[in-house]
């Protein structure tokens, strides 16, 4: 399982970095938090937004939502 | 009849009924002019953004970038600078959009204009606007925002900059999202709820310091002491209030309250112009994160000719106002 937090370093993309990180422990999953800041894999999913998280490879969320909660439900849909 | 006499009520029943001040002390005024600047601008920003935010979900990116690519004369600068309007802009996702609509041939120029439009005419910024100076204000700034943002970026255009975008832009291969999915009506509302509590929150602390301070230049400051030093008589008032603008960015909630005091106290309305447009457009952040897809060059001829722009605006505002 590989999750991803790609950003160009911006305060949100730290802070979804650190919420996923946090998300991930809680749920006891085994997985590490990548966080990639080479914007050119971005543009390779096709997306022009920062930040992405994305699980397995596949965007799950683009943009920042800050929500506790719904990146939460993203990350679990995800993994069925 | 105003739609915000309310707030005004309110206002007074708070600082002169409940508080029992003296309508005519400079204390009591001052926080009348607190209270109902702040409440106003509260309510404004909560439903406004909920709107913009639950609209804009019906306007993707992708489909955006579609109709950009059509290269039209100066057309594909004033859908950009349209797009730019409604769109969210963090500073964060200039670099990805840069190079996502530059591989797809959106043309430079073109580019350019969003990048200008998007931070500049932002909902904040006119939201603020709108409530502290009302409705021809707010629209004068939208307009001259989305024409320096056409002709920056069609000037641009026209130079030919192509070999000045950094070299590994042009290697990326953009890819493609494919089938995007559909929010459903629940999906756009609630998201444009989160969004905006997140939005409201995070500028609102801003807006009430400026509204503070603004009302204690309302009170305190001896009237028309800026026409002295700032006026129109100063040629050098407009750039120097652009270059003090740069480093404010993130304050730009904060910035527009005071400015409106300083309107009053005789700052000409050009020079307040181009001091917010510099807030908002010219922002340093913004400028290193853009460092990493353009070469100094490019860097330095986006920003002289920007200043330019907002300068020349300042300008033409104090000149014909």
Redesign the interface.
């Known amino acids: 399982m590989q999750i991803q937090v790609l950003g160009s370093g911006c305060a949100r993309c730290k802070k979804l970095h650190e919420l996923t990180s946090e998300i991930v422990k809680e749920l006891e999953l085994d997985a590490k938090v990548d966080y990639i800041t080479d914007v050119s894999k971005i543009v390779e999913m096709g997306i022009m937004q920062s930040p992405v998280l994305a699980v397995n490879g596949k965007p799950v969320m683009i943009g920042f939502i800050p929500n506790r909660e719904k990146i939460k439900d993203l990350i679990v849909k995800a993994l069925e | 009849m105003d739609l915000f006499y309310p707030i005004q009520l309110f206002s007074d029943w708070l600082t002169f009924g409940l508080l029992n001040l003296d309508k005519k002390s400079i204390f009591g005024s001052s926080l009348n002019f607190f209270i109902y600047d702040s409440v106003k601008i509260l309510i404004l920003l909560i439903v406004i953004i909920f709107l913009v935010s639950f609209l804009r979900s019906y306007l993707s990116?992708e489909k955006m970038?579609k109709l950009l690519t059509k290269k039209y004369l100066i057309i594909g600068n004033v859908l950009a600078a349209l797009f730019g309007i409604i769109t969210?802009f963090?500073?964060?996702?200039?670099?990805?959009?840069f190079?996502?609509?530059v591989?797809s041939g959106v043309p430079l120029g073109v580019t350019f204009s969003y990048l200008i439009s998007a931070p500049m005419v932002n909902e904040v910024a006119v939201i603020l606007l709108f409530g502290l100076f009302g409705l021809p204000i707010a629209l004068l700034y939208a307009a001259s925002g989305i024409t320096i943002a056409i002709v920056v970026g069609f000037l641009m255009g026209r130079m030919n900059l192509e070999h000045l975008v950094v070299d590994?832009v042009w290697k990326?291969?953009?890819?493609?999202?494919?089938q995007e999915q559909k929010p459903t009506f629940k999906e756009r509302v609630n998201?444009a709820y989160?969004?905006t509590f997140?939005l409201v929150k995070k500028v609102f602390l801003y807006v009430l310091i400026g509204v503070g301070i603004g009302a204690l230049i309302h009170g305190y400051a001896p009237e028309k002491f800026l026409a002295q030093i700032a006026g129109k008589g100063n040629i050098l008032a407009v750039p120097l209030a652009v270059l003090v603008g740069v480093p404010l960015y993130s304050n730009a909630a904060g910035t527009i309250p005071i400015v409106k005091s300083l309107i009053e106290k005789g700052l000409p309305l050009g020079t307040a112009l181009a001091f917010m447009m510099s807030v908002t457009a010219l922002s340093f952040p913004e400028m290193v994160?853009l460092r990493?897809v353009l070469k100094l060059k490019l860097l330095g001829i986006y920003i002289a000719i920007l200043s330019l722009g907002i300068i020349f605006t300042g300008y033409l505002f104090n000149l014909v106002i």
């Open positions: 990116q970038r969210p963090c500073s964060c996702s200039a670099v990805p959009l190079i996502g609509f591989e590994y990326i291969k953009a890819g493609s999202m494919g998201q989160i969004y997140d994160i990493k």
